[in-house]
């Protein structure tokens, strides 16, 4: 059986020298999250909104630090100004999303985020890297985080909703 | 004989008391928030450890929180206004529990969005910065409201334990433009040279 695509983003944040995640939970994110907590070479910032990432990463980068905000799809919502600060800096911004309101969503709340989330993205100049499936996420993120960090551009890896499963809600 | 800092009310002159508070700098490095602050920076003379912002509203607080963690020996200071605070406001309590000791920020608060015309803020209203930056849990907050607290604010800003958020009340009313650059690219070029953060080219990411 693959290994989860946590291990896989997991390690490229260690080979990668990324040392500070910024985050906002979801649930899709349990694993990442636990694995990073666990990591004393890794800082976890807990974040307000998600749009303090973009000014926290951009922060990091002057002082030298590569960093990464982990993120559910409705927080893409909460960054669209936000995204000018690297982008009119072409500096690095590098994002993984979990996907909502895709395929099996139950909460309807989810869905015009969710549907929104890519093209929003991409109306501010993002570059995103879908994952359709668990052993494409690793891939996925290291082009992302190639592109970000070598060519200073906002990137986002999508980690498909059929990959995390659907959230159950019970009466 | 130094210009006075206040007015004929006692209230203060934000762009000499910006320039009053950079005199005593050294070495920190300096985010400013968009707009007015962004141009009383620059009116203190231009040095290559200062970032200015020209947008990305709400953003100047938490950069310095990046900044600050990235470069834990050097002080980091952050010049903004009340608007542009306010708009980040939620970032008090990130960076309260995020915690900097090399982190300060001073929001220069007018009571009114000065760039966009003078309209009365938040501020004006029953809005308290300093109470809401308790509120986040930032454990050094001052009150700078006339030159008798000047003192206390450069000596808290440069010197208290992180993070640190001073709100000097200020006048109303515009200053001169003194316009920095607004080429970001060129600013992060000049910014991270100065402190020695450059490098190129990139260590490849790899699975
Ligand atoms: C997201 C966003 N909303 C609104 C504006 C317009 N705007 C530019 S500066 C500013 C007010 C800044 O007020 P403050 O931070 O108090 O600074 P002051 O000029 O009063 O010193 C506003 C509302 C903007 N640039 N971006």
């Known amino acids: 059986m693959d290994q989860h695509w946590s291990r896989d983003v997991f390690r490229a944040f260690k080979s990668g020298n990324i040392r500070t995640v910024a985050t906002v939970p979801d649930g899709g994110l349990t694993e990442l999250l636990n694995l990073c907590e666990a990591d004393s070479g890794i800082t976890v910032i807990t974040l307000s909104s998600e749009q303090e990432g973009m000014g926290l990463l951009f922060g990091l980068w002057l002082g030298g630090e590569r960093a990464v905000l982990l993120m559910q799809s409705s927080g893409t919502g909460n960054c669209m100004n936000a995204l000018s600060l690297p982008a009119i800096t072409q500096t690095p911004c590098l994002m993984l999303v979990t996907m909502r309101g895709e395929n099996g969503e139950q909460n309807p709340w989810q869905v015009p985020m969710g549907q929104g989330c890519r093209p929003a993205l991409e109306a501010m100049g993002v570059t995103c890297f879908s994952a359709a499936d668990n052993a494409d996420v690793g891939t996925a993120f290291e082009s992302a985080a190639q592109l970000a960090f070598e060519d200073g551009k906002s990137t986002a890896v999508l980690v498909h909703q059929h990959i995390i499963g659907t959230k159950e809600f019970v009466k | ?207």
């Open chain 2, 1 to 207: 004989m130094t210009p006075p800092l206040s007015n004929a009310g006692g209230e203060l002159l934000r762009r000499r008391l910006v320039g009053r508070v950079l005199a005593e700098r050294a070495d920190a490095l300096v985010i400013t928030g968009l707009g007015a602050p962004t141009y009383d920076v620059a009116a203190a003379g231009e040095t290559a450890r200062n970032f200015h912002f020209w947008g990305a509203m709400g953003l100047a607080a938490v950069t310095g929180l990046g900044l600050a963690l990235a470069r834990p020996g050097e002080r980091v200071l952050v010049i903004t206004g009340d608007g542009e605070m306010m708009m980040g406001a939620g970032s008090l309590a990130t960076i309260a529990n995020a915690g900097a000791p090399n982190l300060a920020i001073l929001v220069l608060d007018n009571r009114s969005f000065g760039e966009t015309g003078e309209q009365p803020s938040l501020t004006a209203g029953p809005a308290d910065i300093a109470a809401m930056a308790r509120g986040a849990g930032i454990s050094t907050v001052r009150d700078c409201r006339t030159e008798a607290d000047l003192a206390d604010t450069i000596g808290a800003l440069y010197t208290a334990p992180g993070p640190v958020l001073c709100v000097a009340q200020v006048a109303r009313g515009e200053d001169q433009k003194v316009l920095p650059s607004w080429d970001g690219p060129h600013q992060v070029s000049v910014f991270q040279t100065a402190i020695g953060t450059r490098s190129f080219p990139y260590k490849p990411i790899t699975l």
